[in-house]
């Protein structure tokens, strides 16, 4: 089944050590982003790539990093992890910017920081 | 601001009742309102879907509700069943293409037997 997979499932990193989350889809879409959900919250957009272009939001911190090689992976890096970075990590994809084309959501990374 | 709002914040029923759970947008003008279902520990998951024009669309045993003059949209969950428990989330996409939702807090539904 295509799909939007997320390794690993649980990630466990100490406070300060670089850790990277990875997504991949078989669904070829050219759009994919990254949210950061805290418990009980709403995911919260950290950044996106329309293909190869990336896009930033405003509020994101410098900690968080994104890579995509190609168009069936990307990554997420955070460079120093504070205790206020453990989170669930939902990666979603979209097939183009279209209105009503819904967003795949993974499985979710939930990093715990020691 | 775009601000999207579920009530309640949770819900217990029992196994094969009926629940309502409510979403007040004050995002304007907008493309679609869409209801996801998210289990523990999993990534949402797309229930229905409606845009600015449509009043109602079911999937199964859910029936979403929009009503754009006053900005509200429902989800009636029918029958409820234990599998049912999760957090529901409304979710509006703004006109602009942009691709960026605006995420309502979600409601946390237990089902009991």
């Known amino acids: 089944d295509a799909m939007v997979i997320q390794n690993p499932r649980y990630q466990v990193t100490q406070f300060g050590k670089p850790v990277t989350l990875s997504c991949s889809q078989t669904?070829?879409?050219?759009?994919m982003y990254w949210y950061q959900q805290k418990s009980s919250q709403a995911p919260k957009l950290l950044f996106h790539?329309?293909?190869?272009?990336?896009?930033n939001e405003a509020d994101t911190p410098d900690n968080f990093q994104s890579r995509r090689p190609n168009t069936s992976f990307c990554f997420l890096d955070i460079r120093s992890p504070g205790l206020g970075d453990a989170a669930m990590y939902l990666c979603?994809?979209?097939?183009?910017?279209?209105?009503?084309?819904?967003?795949?959501f993974g499985d979710g990374t939930r990093l715990s920081i020691l | 601001k775009n601000q999207v709002e579920q009530s309640p914040q949770s819900l217990i029923i029992l196994e094969g009742k009926n629940c309502t759970l409510q979403?007040?947008?004050?995002?304007?003008?907008?493309?679609?309102l869409r209801w996801y279902k998210q289990d523990t520990g999993r990534g949402p998951v797309s229930l229905t879907i409606?845009?600015?024009?449509?009043n109602t669309k079911s999937n199964g045993r859910y029936t979403a509700t929009l009503d754009a003059d006053t900005k509200q949209s429902s989800l009636h969950i029918t029958a409820s069943q234990l599998s049912d428990s999760a957090s529901y989330i409304c979710v509006v996409r703004p006109s602009s293409n942009t691709g960026k939702l605006i995420f309502g807090q979600g409601t946390t539904l237990q089902v009991k037997p």
């Open positions: 979403c007040n947008y004050t995002v304007s003008p907008f493309s679609n």
């Open positions: 669904l070829n879409h050219n759009v």
């Open positions: 409606m845009t600015f024009s449509e």
């Open positions: 979603a994809t979209s097939r183009d910017k279209v209105p009503n084309a819904p967003q795949h």
């Open positions: 790539y329309y293909d190869k272009d990336f896009n």
